[in-house]
């Protein structure tokens, strides 16, 4: 299994380009979030899904769109990108969405916008 | 708000000295995770605690829940290099099932 994997591993932008962070896991997992990572911040959750075609904001889902097609890829989409959206991206999952269980890390998107 | 506080921020420890974080709950949590993030890396998983009064042990890494459940330490014996990063705990809230993150402890070992 390749477990939880994230493209790119970095990225650039511009201010107002828009673009879409890939997030996939082979594990069947049902429950998918993305996480971003800012320093003194700690891990704040942008959005989550508890399965295919559920979708829910998390504490900081302004500016992030997503959707959740398919049980195993969970994109994250920037639609007009700003400087404070300068972050490491981190996509997670695990096996049920009743989070009694252990989360499963992606390695991780490290996005600057300019 | 539902927060869990986390300390020390940050450590620095000679290569041998023990090592503790501490996290703290404004309510009761329905179990406690730990993860730990070594530089550049991402967060791994290291232990889940359900119990009250539970205790876990990994090597050296002690892990410890509160009776009332509403905290929750690590303790590192000896540390060596090898376990330098950031060190979370992650609490599921025991009434909306949510998972609330510390904000970490990172952890520098001088050799």
């Keep these: 299994n390749a477990g939880v994997t994230q493209t790119p591993k970095f990225q650039v932008l511009k201010t107002g380009q828009s673009m879409t962070l890939q997030c996939a896991q082979d594990m069947n997992h049902e429950y998918m979030s993305w996480y971003r990572q800012d320093p003194g911040m700690g891990l704040r959750l942008i959005h989550y899904s508890v399965g295919a075609g559920i979708t829910d904001q998390g504490e900081v889902p302004n500016g992030y769109n997503v959707s959740r097609s398919t049980t195993e890829d969970f994109p994250l989409r920037l639609l007009s990108a700003a400087p404070s959206q300068t972050s490491v991206y981190f996509c997670a999952s695990s096996y049920s969405w009743d989070l009694d269980n252990e989360q499963f890390f992606g390695p991780g998107t490290r996005l600057t916008v300019l | ?111």
Excluded at chain 2, 1 to 8: F, L, Y
Excluded at chain 2, 30 to 48: A, E, T
Excluded at chain 2, 79 to 99: E, I, S
């Design chain 2, 1 to 111: 708000g539902q927060q869990v506080m986390q300390i020390p921020q940050y450590q620095h420890v000679q290569e041998g000295e023990d090592f503790t974080t501490y996290c703290n709950s404004s309510t009761t949590l329905s179990n406690i995770q730990w993860y730990k993030q070594r530089p550049g890396g991402h967060p791994v998983f290291l232990i889940q605690l359900v119990k009250s009064g539970e205790v876990k042990k990994q090597k050296r890494l002690t892990f410890q829940f509160g009776e009332a459940k509403k905290n929750s330490s690590l303790h590192i014996t000896a540390t060596q290099t090898t376990d330098v990063g950031t060190y979370f705990c992650a609490g599921q809230d025991g009434n909306n099932r949510k998972l609330i993150w510390g904000l970490g402890t990172s952890l520098a070992v001088n050799p």
